[in-house]
């Protein structure tokens, strides 16, 4: 098959949303609003945290985690894709296309990870609240978010490392608007059932292990509440948790829609709308949950107006 392909020198062309030339400049608007109400949203969060001392605690230390997930995983693909609809120049060199796929697929695993931690945190505030200052300290989320960080960039190193020895095909045009894993394995010409196997592996440790976790932690809480004999002390309970709550539902739910839905509804044009919804949704909605959801962030707001 080598002899048919290119050697992973040769760059890639990534088709955007070609099939709709007559939209090109809109679709440009629209993702530039987008891209910077999401920065602006995620560096307020950041912002009002960093300046606000009584904000300054685990479960906020992780929220200014998560707001530099979504800065970073929304400045790794729009600008880009920006480029190619404002210029119409669709290349990106093999580098340039690894190292995206890499960046995406570890800040996505960090997520996961982050979001257990943010699971676990919750749980020992409302199931062990005379214990969180020795369970939860400053140190210990320190901890947490350098593991977080650590494995969700070790987790997609296997899968970057064996794209980078693939042969692809003569048509290198990637039907997607980013470089992410599989539209890069549908136009491989080596075998790849290499990456089955791999992902039995990567899979339990990069996002099933935290969904149980982050799962296991809730049934726990909600348990915890529903022991709690006035409906105020009930409220006032679960709502340190709801944004919290929110944000996960919202994450695995896109997750879902992007690589768990049945095999039958999979298709290229498809994929990339599917992919919007985790891309740009949920980096948008996170900040806004949290500034809604919370009582906290709200009262900051209010007072910085």
């Known amino acids: 098959m080598k002899s048919e392909g290119t050697l992973n020198a040769s760059g890639f062309v990534i088709r955007g949303f070609s099939e709709i030339p007559e939209l090109q400049m809109l679709l440009f608007g629209i993702f530039l609003l987008l891209y910077i109400m999401i920065i602006c949203g995620n560096l307020t969060i950041v912002v009002l945290i960093w300046k606000?001392?009584?904000?300054?605690?685990?479960?906020?230390?992780?929220?200014?985690?998560?707001?530099?997930i979504d800065i970073a995983s929304i400045s790794n693909i729009l600008p880009k894709l920006l480029s190619?609809?404002?210029?119409?120049?669709?290349?990106?060199?093999?580098?340039?296309?690894?190292?995206?796929?890499?960046?995406?697929?570890?800040?996505?695993?960090?997520?996961?990870?982050?979001?257990?931690?943010?699971?676990?945190?919750?749980?020992?505030?409302?199931?062990?609240?005379?214990?969180?200052v020795a369970?939860?300290?400053?140190?210990?989320?320190?901890?947490?978010?350098?593991?977080?960080?650590?494995?969700?960039?070790?987790?997609?190193?296997?899968?970057?490392?064996?794209?980078?020895?693939l042969y692809f095909c003569l048509n290198n045009k990637i039907n997607h608007f980013f470089c992410d894993l599989n539209p890069l394995l549908q136009i491989a010409c080596t075998d790849t059932s290499v990456f089955n196997i791999l992902n039995y592996v990567a899979g339990p440790l990069a996002a099933i292990a935290p969904f149980m976790l982050t799962l296991l932690s809730y049934v726990f809480i909600i348990s915890n509440i529903l022991k709690i004999k006035s409906t105020k002390g009930q409220h006032k309970a679960f709502s340190t948790c709801?944004?919290?709550?929110?944000?996960?539902?919202?994450?695995?739910?896109?997750?879902?829609?992007?690589?768990?839905?049945?095999?039958?509804?999979?298709?290229?044009?498809?994929?990339?709308?599917?992919?919007l919804l985790y891309i740009v949704l949920v980096p948008m909605l996170n900040p806004i949950i949290y500034s809604l959801k919370n009582e906290d962030i709200r009262k900051v707001l209010i007072k910085t107006k």
Not at 148 to 161: D, K, Q, Y
């Open 242 to 275: 709801t944004a919290h709550l929110t944000c996960v539902i919202i994450f695995y739910g896109t997750i879902i829609c992007m690589y768990m839905r049945p095999k039958s509804t999979f298709s290229p044009k498809l994929d990339k709308y599917f992919s």
């Open 52 to 68: 606000t001392i009584h904000l300054h605690t685990p479960m906020y230390f992780f929220l200014v985690n998560l707001s530099f």
């Open 135 to 165: 369970l939860i300290g400053l140190k210990q989320c320190a901890r947490f978010s350098l593991v977080s960080w650590f494995w969700g960039f070790l987790t997609p190193t296997g899968h970057t490392v064996l794209v980078s020895k």
């Open 84 to 132: 190619i609809l404002c210029t119409k120049i669709k290349t990106i060199s093999f580098l340039g296309c690894i190292t995206q796929m890499y960046v995406f697929l570890s800040l996505s695993a960090t997520e996961f990870f982050l979001l257990a931690a943010m699971a676990y945190d919750r749980y020992v505030a409302i199931c062990h609240p005379l214990r969180y």
